[in-house]
């Protein structure tokens, strides 16, 4: 009796670790999602592409800089969304199988949760930069206290980042620590 009981619990175990482990499958719309936003940066860019290169002749260097740094913007960005898209299907959902892919990007070989935050992190500063650099270029029409909000802004990102990185480090030492000192 005790034996069926015990089957029957295990069973039930099974069933419900089965389950728990494919709800990773929920996320892999949010990664197709994702990939739907790529088409409209990609749609963006190109269309401020034309915008810059049609009304060359006619902006400033001003004009043409700030246009620059738009199209920069928009790459960034795009760039974060990919390493969302690749890092995160690759750490939550399902390996991807490009061990014998030539363009395999570098940074998948060693790619964790942690990695992921820091690399999100930093691209997040970056394009914070950008945006603050659009701020100081035009800073003529700009208002002090936007200018102040993007500068406390942008520090923040910094010293989450740094926080972060921080964190990833001491974690990354203390797991090289225990399975060093494994019996």
Same mark, same amino acid.
């Given at each position: 009796?005790?034996?069926?009981?015990?089957?029957?619990?295990?069973? %039930?175990?099974?069933?419900?670790?089965? !389950?728990?482990?494919?709800? +990773?499958?929920?996320?892999?719309?949010?990664?197709?999602?994702?990939?739907?936003?790529?088409?409209?940066?990609?749609?963006?860019?190109?269309?401020?592409?034309?915008?810059?290169?049609?009304?060359?002749?006619?902006?400033?260097?001003?004009?043409?800089?700030?246009? @620059?740094?738009?199209? %920069?913007?928009?790459?960034?960005?795009?760039?974060?969304?990919?390493?969302?898209? !690749?890092?995160?299907?690759?750490?939550?959902?399902? &390996?991807?199988?490009?061990?014998?892919?030539?363009?395999?990007?570098?940074?998948?070989?060693?790619?964790?949760?942690?990695?992921?935050?820091? &690399?999100?992190?930093?691209?997040? @500063?970056? !394009?914070?930069?950008?945006?603050?650099? +659009?701020?100081?270029?035009?800073?003529?029409?700009?208002?002090?206290? &936007?200018?102040?909000?993007?500068?406390?802004?942008?520090?923040?990102?910094?010293?989450?980042?740094?926080?972060?990185?921080?964190?990833?480090?001491?974690?990354?030492?203390?797991?090289?620590?225990?399975?060093?000192?494994?019996?």
């Amino acid at each position: 009796m005790q034996n069926k009981i015990a089957k029957k619990r295990e069973l %039930v175990e099974h069933v419900l670790e089965y !389950i728990i482990f494919a709800s +990773r499958w929920l996320q892999a719309p949010m990664y197709f999602g994702l990939i739907a936003v790529q088409i409209i940066y990609t749609y963006k860019f190109i269309l401020e592409l034309v915008h810059t290169i049609g009304s060359a002749d006619v902006s400033s260097e001003l004009q043409i800089l700030l246009g @620059i740094l738009s199209l %920069v913007d928009i790459t960034m960005v795009a760039n974060l969304v990919a390493m969302v898209i !690749i890092g995160g299907y690759a750490t939550f959902v399902s &390996k991807l199988n490009l061990d014998h892919h030539d363009d395999k990007p570098d940074w998948l070989d060693h790619i964790d949760p942690g990695a992921i935050k820091v &690399k999100l992190a930093s691209s997040l @500063i970056g !394009i914070s930069s950008i945006h603050l650099l +659009r701020s100081f270029i035009d800073i003529d029409k700009m208002e002090i206290d &936007k200018i102040k909000w993007q500068i406390i802004i942008h520090m923040t990102f910094i010293a989450s980042t740094l926080f972060l990185s921080l964190t990833e480090y001491i974690m990354s030492k203390k797991q090289t620590h225990s399975h060093d000192h494994r019996p």
